[in-house]
């Protein structure tokens, strides 16, 4: 696997520079933005991978707290599931009665809940408990990246459209922001707290942390902002073209942070590694010198 990293890395590198290419020659310049909306294919998917690392942790931080007692493991796991058909049910019943908002498929809604059953069961057979909390922390750091992506790349949009580099009160940024200080929390937590207890106060927090997403996603549905409404199952459009450069942008931006959090976790493996090893080596002097 180390020996494929290196080609792996080159052929990432390609596809951003192809994106990126595609990006700002490629696709058509908006009517009414110009150029500046060329910024969509970096702020937009970098916004998808953060709910997706996001999401990515909130599986492993629910698996943290429940996989120690076999009891709790047997009922998360009917949980999911009942809630991942809940899901499903529930979208096709909202549409039913003119009740999903304008644009939402509930096809889309079904996926979701379906993504959802898979993503935990996935997780659960390839990981073990302790990697579990290996692939939290490194999924959280990851999803923090591309939030500050997120909320870097949103006000230089909203400057020249907006004429304003932030809207105060606006729910869609302020939730962000919001999510990007909790899982930030997150992180200084689990830097800087030795307690034997971190891994699960950090767990129970990403728990918290992970409401905030959907109410991040859902809210130019559900609110008044002046964030764009969607352009992607919404009631916008988009030209073909600028839906497939922004679909490959979101793929390149995937492999670069799949990239990414491979190296980071066999970092983190090895960190903890050392980190075992050094607390043993003192014990033993310790006993030597009693």
């Known amino acids: 696997m180390k020996r494929a990293f290196p080609i792996l890395a080159l052929l990432t590198a390609v596809f951003l520079g192809y994106c990126m290419y595609d990006a700002l020659v490629l696709a058509p310049t908006d009517a009414l933005q110009g150029d500046v909306y060329r910024i969509i294919y970096y702020h937009v998917p970098s916004a998808w991978t953060a709910f997706l690392f996001f999401g990515i942790n909130f599986v492993c931080s629910i698996q943290y707290l429940v996989r120690g007692d076999r009891h709790k493991d047997r009922l998360a796991n009917w949980i999911v599931i009942v809630i991942?058909?809940?899901?499903?049910?529930?979208?096709?019943?909202?549409?039913?009665?003119?009740k999903l908002p304008l644009g939402m498929l509930p096809s889309s809604?079904?996926?979701?809940?379906?993504?959802?059953?898979?993503?935990?069961?996935?997780i659960k057979k390839l990981?073990?408990?302790?990697?579990?909390?290996?692939?939290?922390?490194?999924s959280a750091e990851i999803g923090v990246v591309f939030c500050t992506v997120v909320l870097v790349t949103g006000p230089l949009w909203a400057r020249p459209v907006w004429g304003i580099w932030w809207a105060p009160g606006d729910i869609r940024l302020t939730s962000t922001?919001?999510?990007?200080?909790?899982?930030?929390?997150?992180?200084?937590?689990?830097?800087?707290?030795?307690?034997?207890n971190t891994p699960?106060?950090?767990?129970?927090l990403a728990v918290f942390g992970a409401l905030d997403v959907p109410l991040v996603y859902l809210s130019i549905w559900f609110f008044r902002t002046q964030h764009p409404q969607p352009i992607i199952g919404g009631e916008g459009s988009i030209d073909p073209v600028m839906l497939r450069v922004m679909l490959l942008s979101w793929c390149a931006f995937l492999c670069l942070a799949g990239l990414v959090g491979w190296?980071?976790?066999?970092?983190?493996?090895?960190?903890?590694?050392?980190?075992?090893?050094?607390?043993?080596?003192?014990?033993v002097e310790i006993r030597g010198a009693r």
């Open 84 to 98: 991942g058909l809940a899901i499903g049910i529930a979208g096709y019943i909202a549409d039913y009665f003119h």
């Open 109 to 122: 809604v079904a996926t979701t809940g379906l993504l959802i059953v898979g993503l935990y069961f996935l």
């Open 127 to 138: 990981f073990s408990l302790p990697a579990v909390d290996v692939l939290a922390v490194v």
């Open 177 to 196: 922001l919001v999510m990007w200080l909790i899982y930030v929390s997150y992180l200084l937590l689990r830097k800087f707290s030795n307690s034997g």
């Open 200 to 204: 699960t106060i950090a767990a129970a």
């Open 263 to 283: 190296s980071r976790y066999r970092l983190e493996v090895l960190q903890r590694e050392v980190d075992e090893a050094h607390a043993m080596q003192s014990l």
